[in-house]
């Protein structure tokens, strides 16, 4: 069907496809394979077992974030604050998208993400280390109060934003008050970290 | 099988043992009918379907809760940012005790709570508000800066803390190092509410 090399990439995004498709229950490697016009071997020559194919899409697919996220933080910022905010709101604005612009795509990954809970152990801790950094960043400036170790304080931001980002809680994000409610959270947290004359 | 008056509050403890041991999606109000040793027309009397005596066993679950803390919350502080804690840490005790010491009942509550939702969504209000008094203390008394609306502010500190108390996060309530966490959410979102000299 095509003369492209058979890529990983190639058969993850039919992968994808596939699951949107037929859904998680249903989705099978020949379906992938039929999709590719390639036989169901030379998907497994990339990827062992469907299981190994259904953890490799998820991560595809929660690493997209990463990376989108990834420019804020990486970002030397002149003002941690800012940066910050900019980061936590393109993370609310991920999965926001992810969530209202194909809801069965997204409720596919939700099962997925349930069987594959070490991918998604590994991208919370990414997530969290490029909150780390902006932390980081802002004690080095004398912007942010260091409240504990950086690591610590950055997985507490995290965790108090999490009914804006834990997929658990899609639902909510379609109620019209949740920007407010979202900007609420952050001006706390962010007047948290704040570094004031705390004499 | 018992000469005392058949209450409603009698009904509604036969309830949730019925629902311990039969699970609610067995459990019948003729189960319930039975464990009194009355006939099903007398629980009728009381709760006009299998429902109402659903919804009013949850909403009893939940206000046990509400009626512990609603004593922190109506003591007016002296420190209104100590109460705050004691309120939260109160909030996630009583979340890992109905949690921990019987599992199978949380389990049944939840299938509850999913069902009864208008009924988690005042109880929910009803804790905000209980948030919401310590805030406006603290904004009174100048311990507590004025971020926005009590109301609001009340909502975020809920929000925030989330993960401590939405059962649907019980599972990590074992984690050890959960309480860590807490106090690290807690610090941020007192940090943020603190009055400095925000010059």
Same mark, same amino acid.
């Given at each position: ?53 259904? !953890? $490799?899409?998820?991560?595809? %697919? /929660? ?9 804020? +933080?990486? *970002?030397? =910022?002149?003002?941690? !604050? $800012?940066?910050?905010?900019? %980061? /936590? ?9 992810? +969530?209202? *612009?194909? =809801? ?96």
């Amino acid at each position: 069907m095509s003369t492209e090399p058979l890529t990983a990439e190639r058969i993850l995004e039919a992968t994808e496809e596939v699951l949107r498709r037929h859904g998680p229950a249903k989705a099978t490697v020949v379906d992938v394979a039929r999709q590719l016009g390639v036989s169901h071997g030379s998907v497994y020559r990339h990827f062992r077992t469907k299981s190994a194919l259904r !953890e $490799a899409v998820t991560k595809r %697919w /929660l690493d997209r974030t990463t990376r989108e996220l990834s420019s804020i +933080a990486d *970002d030397e =910022p002149k003002d941690a !604050e $800012a940066s910050l905010r900019a %980061w /936590l709101a393109g993370l609310f604005e991920a999965k926001r998208r992810k +969530a209202g *612009d194909d =809801p069965q795509l997204f409720a596919t990954y939700e099962v997925l993400l349930a069987e594959n809970s070490e991918v998604v152990e590994e991208h919370i801790t990414e997530l969290v280390a490029q909150i780390e950094q902006i932390v980081h960043w802002g004690v080095e400036r004398g912007q942010f109060t260091a409240l504990g170790p950086d690591a610590q304080v950055a997985r507490a931001v995290f965790d108090a934003t999490s009914r804006f980002h834990d997929p658990a809680y899609a639902p909510q994000w379609l109620k019209p008050e949740i920007l407010v409610e979202f900007e609420a959270v952050v001006d706390l947290v962010l007047g948290g970290l704040r570094l004031l004359d705390r004499s």
